[in-house]
C-alpha cells in the first residue's frame, strides 16, 4: 500500500501510534533515571544507618561538601526516597495507560489493514 492508497484518517491513527510510542519511550526513560536516584537514595541511607553516630557526616552541594546534623540528613533523604516512589508510581500509571491505548491503537490499525488487504467474503 503506498501512502496515496492509504486513507487520511488512517494515516492519522498511524501518526498519532507512532505519537504514543514515542511518549511511552519518554516515560520509560524517565522511569530508569528515577529508579536509579531512588537505588542512590536508598544505598547512601544504608550507609547512612551503618555509620557510628559520633562520625561527622556531610552532603554534597554543589562541588563542595558540607558538614551537617545525621537526623536533619536522614530525615531530607527519607524525602527524597518518598518522593522517588511516588513519581515512580505516577510513571508506571501513564506507563500502563499508553500501553493499553498503544494496544488498541494497534489492534484497531492492524483490522483496517486487514479489512482492505483482503477481499471480503460473500
Known amino acids: 500500500m503506498s501512502s496515496q492508497e492509504i486513507p487520511p484518517w488512517l494515516r492519522e491513527q ?11 519511550q519518554a516515560i520509560l526513560v524517565q522511569k530508569q533515571q528515577v529508579e536509579l536516584e531512588a537505588a542512590e537514595v536508598e544505598k547512601a541511607l ?6 557510628d553516630q559520633a562520625e561527622p557526616v556531610y552532603k554534597s ?3 563542595v561538601l558540607i558538614r551537617v546534623k545525621r537526623d536533619d540528613l536522614l530525615k531530607e533523604l527519607e524525602e ?6 511516588t513519581r515512580l508510581l505516577v510513571l508506571s500509571k501513564q506507563e500502563s495507560r499508553l500501553r493499553e491505548n498503544i494496544k488498541e491503537l494497534q489492534i484497531k490499525i492492524d483490522e483496517a489493514v486487514r479489512g482492505k488487504g ?4 460473500s
Open 46 to 51: 544504608e550507609e547512612l544507618r551503618k555509620a
Open 80 to 85: 527524597r526516597k518518598e518522593l522517588a516512589n
Open 61 to 63: 552541594a554543589g562541588s
Open 118 to 121: 483482503q477481499p471480503q467474503a
Open 14 to 24: 498511524l501518526a498519532r501510534f507512532e505519537q504514543l510510542q514515542q511518549s511511552l
